[in-house]
């Protein structure tokens, strides 16, 4: 647990008392703060309150003795409309801030140098988040990863020299840090989302932004420029004087890094140099991984770590639960739990990444199906469709060979049966549902390790090394 300091003695409200509220609620009070929990949720109140903290209704409380609001990033901040916890504080005159505000600063009380990466962006924050992590250790450091990835950033060991935190950041966690400065700061890329919660897509791009023009100095600014709203935010911290550097995966760079032909490249000053191949790394396939692994790679030149340590841990990445996961292999069939997405976007990038494919998909359907695929059904050797979406998937597949399975263990034994049969060399059974899990799964992990274990059941599937 980090204890915040920069509040002792001081009255904090805390709104929202979930896992990084509640964690929250610890840190504040370890270090010497007088916390205020709650919560519109009766039974998270009642947890905290039995975990020793005082709960009151922030309706019915002077807020003159508040020196802040520390508010669970999933409560609204701006759009709609501001939760009405917002608006007490702002009527008061009470600060507005997130646990991620409370991380930096007891960064800069007490290990301002010590290094911190915050990552963010539309898609990818996960994987990159998790691979540079993974760099880090490989390097030798104390590494401490979380925010949206999982873990509440409170809950980790405090910022020290040799220690690095490697935090995943929402946009909804970036408008709750009015002063993140991290000494590396990486932005993918910027695609419509949130836009609930953020009004429009120029307000969702300028709150990501944030990430990448708060690096402190000496820092490093990374931006992903294969989309126009990354292009201009690059190029305005350019003219800021940050030091930026570049990322593409779709086109060379004057100054920069970028893919070419499975081989992360360095230009800078007219020169070229490789950096590190990608080619073989099944926990990285797809444009979208190669995105992810170059980043990753800026993040841990700019950090010092050698290329020869930088391409043994590619090489040794695991990858993330659920997220084009390699479960097994039998013969030449391999099976790939892609869980994770959940949407045709992200389904998009599974099926770019492989060409012999026996697809299980279906769930609760979203709003366009699965109609913005059609480009890769040429990739689609059978279907298998589970779940409310598989009639409207089937009419959408039309002449595409599929089978309405129902439920996913049927799926996976008619799959594996099929690709074997086959007789393809780089057969793969890939669980991309394009759709929520919630018809039949409570989430999409525990749909994901549900296919894991259908998959390992079968006869003679090895684990993939």
């Known amino acids: 647990m980090i204890p915040v300091t920069s509040f002792a003695g001081k009255a904090v409200a805390v709104f929202g008392l979930g896992g990084s509220g509640l964690a929250s609620c610890h840190a504040l009070k370890a270090g010497g703060a007088d916390v205020i929990a709650a919560d519109d949720n009766a039974e998270n109140v009642a947890k905290a309150a039995q975990a020793g903290f005082i709960t009151a209704d922030l309706r019915n409380v002077s807020w003159a003795k508040f020196a802040a609001l520390v508010l669970a990033p999933g409560v609204p901040l701006t759009h709609p409309v501001p939760h009405w916890s917002v608006l007490k504080a702002r009527e008061a005159g009470v600060e507005v801030i997130g646990d991620i505000e409370l991380f930096c600063r007891e960064r800069r009380r007490h290990a301002p140098d010590a290094p911190f990466v915050a990552i963010t962006g539309t898609n990818g924050k996960s994987t990159t988040t998790a691979l540079i992590a993974h760099l880090t250790k490989v390097a030798g450091y104390d590494t401490q990863m979380g925010g949206n990835i999982g873990t509440a950033i409170l809950s980790l060991e405090p910022p020290r020299t040799g220690r690095v935190h490697v935090i995943e950041m929402s946009s909804y966690q970036i408008d709750l840090t009015p002063s993140l400065d991290p000494s590396v700061g990486i932005l993918l890329n910027v695609s419509e989302d949130h836009i609930d919660r953020h009004g429009t897509i120029e307000h969702y791009a300028a709150v990501k932004e944030r990430l990448v023009a708060g690096v402190?100095?000496?820092?490093?600014?990374?931006?992903?420029?294969?989309?126009?709203?990354?292009?201009?935010?690059?190029?305005?911290?350019?003219?800021?004087?940050?030091?930026?550097?570049?990322?593409?995966?779709?086109?060379?760079?004057?100054?920069?890094?970028?893919?070419?032909?499975?081989?992360?490249?360095?230009?800078?000053?007219?020169?070229?140099?490789?950096?590190?191949?990608?080619?073989?790394?099944?926990?990285?396939?797809?444009?979208?991984?190669?995105?992810?692994?170059?980043?990753?790679?800026?993040?841990?030149?700019?950090?010092?770590?050698?290329?020869?340590?930088?391409?043994?841990?590619?090489?040794?990445?695991?990858?993330?639960?659920?997220?084009?996961?390699?479960?097994?292999?039998?013969?030449?069939?391999?099976?790939?739990?892609?869980?994770k997405g959940t949407n045709a976007d992200a389904t998009a990038h599974a099926l770019s990444s492989f060409s012999e494919i026996f697809w299980i998909a279906g769930g609760k359907p979203k709003a366009g199906g699965i109609t913005g695929l059609t480009g890769f059904f040429p990739r689609i050797r059978k279907a298998y469709l589970i779940g409310e979406a598989a009639q409207e998937f089937s009419g959408t597949l039309g002449t595409v060979p599929h089978e309405i399975s129902q439920t996913l263990d049927v799926a996976v034994e008619h799959a594996a049966r099929d690709a074997e049969a086959s007789g393809l060399t780089d057969a793969v059974v890939l669980l991309s549902p394009a759709c929520a899990s919630f018809d039949q799964y409570r989430n999409f992990e525990i749909r994901g390790t549900k296919f894991r274990e259908l998959v390992q059941a079968l006869p003679g599937v090895q684990p993939v090394v």
């Open 216 to 339: 402190q100095g000496g820092g490093t600014s990374i931006v992903g420029v294969d989309d126009g709203y990354c292009r201009d935010i690059a190029d305005r911290l350019d003219r800021a004087g940050k030091n930026v550097v570049r990322i593409s995966v779709k086109n060379p760079l004057a100054s920069g890094i970028y893919v070419e032909h499975g081989t992360i490249v360095r230009a800078a000053g007219g020169a070229r140099s490789e950096v590190a191949a990608l080619g073989g790394i099944g926990s990285l396939r797809g444009q979208h991984n190669a995105q992810n692994a170059a980043c990753a790679a800026a993040a841990a030149l700019a950090m010092g770590i050698s290329q020869d340590v930088l391409q043994n841990g590619l090489r040794s990445f695991p990858g993330l639960a659920h997220r084009m996961e390699q479960v097994g292999r039998r013969g030449n069939v391999l099976f790939v739990n892609d869980s």
